[in-house]
């Protein structure tokens, strides 16, 4: 029996026919399905790109010291961690990898739990099957099974958008250490939050200055516009960091270093981010109104990129509603049963393509 086997069909795949009938539009499809960012990838990681061309030597796993600098300067600057060193902190090939694979690389499976939430990103249920672990979603970190090694938080959230407080945050950390597991915490959102502040899990007022049993995942993909380079890293317990840098060593999980370059440049810089930030929120401003104007409803949607809209009806018959206007979104039967009749609707559209989803909206 194949790995596959043990997996549920790819998602997307279900949108062919939504999709069908939104590009029938005359006016031609506005995808706002995806959360795959449309706008320019920032000069100063192409001029990097540039000046790491010639790399005719193998880079290590755990990354070049430079780029392992950044990254602390990163998440202390902005992310008010506590202090971090090299052994802390590890490059990736794009979150959704160590998303997939780390349930494998600490050695989970034989049905042991991996925890998520109730509406989350599918990839942490792929990762705990794979891995020949039982998938466990819940929101409430008291009902945490006693077999769980691994607890998944994702603030602000995908798809609702959710950000999680400071006293749920430390909930998360006291459950999860009472069981002597991992928390692994999801960041990658973190640039963008609009009606609440979100916190890292590296934060002294979330872990009181210990990391043990903690890791927080970033990812420039969304925060730089820069999905096409697969650059992400993973920061805490460094016990545990360096475990991943040992097992990844023999399955050459490694970030190039072209890669490394660009992202010790976009992690230096700040203007781009608020630029970005500025785009989008200029875009929220327009699609929420014309969504609630409709009769939508629209729940948590703190942060993140994304939209999370109800017609108080099943989540596929609103995907049909929007397909005959033109817009493909996703359903939120993608992200569990708990999400079945809400919609993710992104922001990442041009601002012509937001325009013209608002306008057949009205």
């Known amino acids: 029996m194949g790995l596959s086997s043990r997996l549920p069909d790819f998602p ?54 430079e780029t392992r ?66 998938p466990v979603a819940l929101d409430d970190p008291s ?18 958008g959710r950000i999680l407080g400071l006293d749920e945050l430390r909930a998360f950390v006291a459950a999860t250490r009472e069981l002597g597991a991992v928390l692994a915490s999801d960041e990658c959102y973190g640039e963008f939050a609009w009606d609440a502040e979100p916190v890292s899990v590296l934060d002294p007022r979330v872990n009181d200055g210990d990391l043990t049993g903690l890791l927080a995942v970033h990812s420039l993909s969304k925060r730089s516009n820069a999905a096409g380079y697969r650059a992400g890293f993973v920061a805490g317990d460094p016990a545990i960091v360096q475990e991943l840098v040992a097992v990844r060593k023999h399955l050459g999980m490694i970030v190039p270093r072209p890669i490394q370059g660009a992202m010790i440049a976009l992690l230096g ?70 999400a079945a009749r809400h919609v993710r609707i992104a922001l990442t559209g041009t601002d012509e393509r937001i325009a013209a989803a608002a306008s057949r909206l009205a």
């Not at 990736?92 to 989970?108: A, D, Q, R, Y």
């Not at 769980?148 to 995908?158: C, H, V």
Request: proline letters at 9%; charged letters at 20%; one cysteine or more.
């Open 12 to 65: 997307w795949d279900t949108l062919s026919g939504a999709k069908a009938a939104a590009s029938a539009h005359p006016d031609g499809i506005v995808d706002l399905s995806v959360g795959t960012p449309v706008d320019p990838t920032p000069q100063l990681a192409i001029d990097a790109l540039t000046a790491f061309g010639d790399s005719p030597g193998y880079p290590t796993v755990w990354g070049a010291p």
């Open 69 to 134: 600098h950044a990254i602390v300067d990163y998440l202390q600057d902005r992310w008010h961690s506590v202090p971090l060193t090299d052994e802390s902190v590890m490059p990736v090939v794009g979150t959704k990898e160590l998303v997939g694979w780390l349930p494998t690389l600490l050695g989970i499976g034989h049905g042991e739990a991996v925890v998520f939430p109730e509406c989350a990103y599918p990839t942490y249920e792929v990762g705990a099957l794979t891995s020949g672990a039982r």
């Open 143 to 160: 009902s945490i099974p006693d077999d769980a090694r691994l607890i998944w938080i994702n603030s602000p959230a995908n798809p609702s």
């Open 269 to 338: 810089d700040r203007e781009h981010v608020e630029e970005q930030r500025q785009r989008y929120l200029a875009r929220r401003a327009v699609l929420r109104p014309a969504l609630e104007a409709a009769g939508f409803r629209i729940d948590h949607s703190e942060g993140s990129l994304y939209l999370w809209a109800t017609r108080g009806e099943p989540c596929r018959d609103t995907v049909a509603w929007l397909a005959e206007r033109g817009i493909l979104v996703a359903p939120g039967d993608f992200y569990g049963p708990a």
